[in-house]
């Protein structure tokens, strides 16, 4: 151990190889994945052979899949709503008010993103079925909704830190009420954080699976359609279906990191896990 | 400047929700985890630590909740001997590449859990890319059987998942140090090993802590990558919970294990944090 820090700490091109061999292991798996989506021999079998577009072709007339691309845009759509709608007065209240249980509340909102799914997911399943609901795209909405709200209030937080106070103090001065001045001064101003929260709270719904798995009905989500089918068994077009999933997730982020950049030059992408490790 | 009325506008409407939707959940798990099953299958509210005694009694619980924790242990140990030297690189020898490389870590890690986990299954099978890689360049004859369905499987595919969790808060508190104080050590007659030993390493311990905790309570609850990649030797605990809650019906046993992994969680949070701030330097 000693001796490789030494090695690593005198020879920096050794820790930049280093560097290289943990990107290749971070993107072989994906790399691989987008690969054997245009194999015509199966999702296995090196070296891959005759290229083909079928399997795309199979996911594009594939009824069941796109029903829950649909039910999970419609899923993460409302519960970005939720998060957003909590999570903006969330925010304002841990920037401005003080009222008890104050540290307890902003550990709670943390909690599911740090909690292993399968307990968050659990609590909620009694919670809905002791108040009687079937399980539904809505129990799953309400889940994301709530679970997301940290992240929601998390840049909206940072973004009230950099908010110059004094333009809502002139509206109010100059005779706007609150709900002016919040529509008005305030909300303009965090335009920037709202969307990029949107934004991530959008796709970490897109993609969660561990809540979903316990509060699912008879809709399946995305994720949950491509786990159903990975328990019957593997096909290029999972390939494929991720392969879609990828990209728009890649598209999410180069949009999230553009707004970012706006926003404040350095943009810190993954700063909700870096403030959950600081607030925990 | 803000009136009492804004105060309450902004404070209860969250609070209300988190109420319901987060704290009444949390406490729901632990009412349950005291109640009983009756042979009709139905919950029965009458209190006693029953479901305790029984983890207790039967050793497979035990048995799972430590092997649980061997593939957490051995997922942080391995998360950190990639994330460290990631982190360190970047912070200190990136140089103008240092935003662009600091994107590229971070994107697997908003790419789906599933679709990450799926693509070592397709990698790791006996059919799987690597075993025919490895027999067409000759270097194997037969598919290794033990790279799927196994504990190692779900080590990999966990280590992998999690490594940019290690990564950022250990990069975040790299990017915290002064860069005065590794200057002022140069400065001073030490050697660059030195430095790391006695400057950055320690400095940078915090960062260490919350991204080992970060990998480590993440992959003990996990039970997707058990279920698909891990076989009968890879389950972990909450496998048995999924199961309690599936077809074994007994969510209260299941409710007892669950709360025992959240105490688990919580505490080693709360260790964690306790020994952040003894380590932290501001």
Known sequence: MELLVSAATRNPRGLSFYALLVFAFLYAPIVILIIYSFNGGGVGGFPPHAFTLSWYRILLGDGAMWDSVL???MVAGAAMAISLLLGIPAALALDRASFPGKTLFRRLVLLPLILPGIITGLSLLMLFVGMGMHLSLLTITLGHGTALISVATTDIFAGLQKLDRAQEEASLDLGANYWQTFWRVTLPNLRLPI??????????????IAVSFFLIGRDNTLPLEIWSRLRRGMTPEINAISTVIFVFSLAA??????LRAQTEGQPELGAELVEAAEAN | MFSRAYKTAVTVPPLLWVAVFLLIPYALLFCYSFWTVSSSQTIVHNWNLGNYAELL??????QTLLRSM???????LFALLLGYPLAYYLSFHA??????LYQLVIIPLWVSYLVRAYAWKTILGSDGV?????QYVHLTRHPLEFLLYSPFAVVLTLTHIYTPFAFLPIYASLEHIPRNLVEASHDLGASPLQTFWRV???????GVLAGATFAFVLSLGDFLAPLLLGGPSGIMISNIVVSLFGAAYNWPLGAAISLCMLLLVVGLLFLSERLEKKWSYS
């Open chain 1, 71 to 73: 039910n999970s845009l």
């Open chain 1, 195 to 208: 969307i990029g929260a949107a934004l991530l709270i959008f796709t970490l719904s897109m993609d969660e």
């Open chain 1, 253 to 258: 982020i180069v949009l999230w990191y553009r």
């Open chain 2, 57 to 62: 009694r039967v050793h497979v619980y035990f």
């Open chain 2, 70 to 76: 061997w593939i957490a242990a051995r997922v942080m």
């Open chain 2, 95 to 100: 140089g103008a590449r240092k935003n662009l």
């Open chain 2, 130 to 134: 690597l075993n025919t890689l490895l």
């Open chain 2, 200 to 206: 950055i390493l320690p400095l940078s311990i915090p």
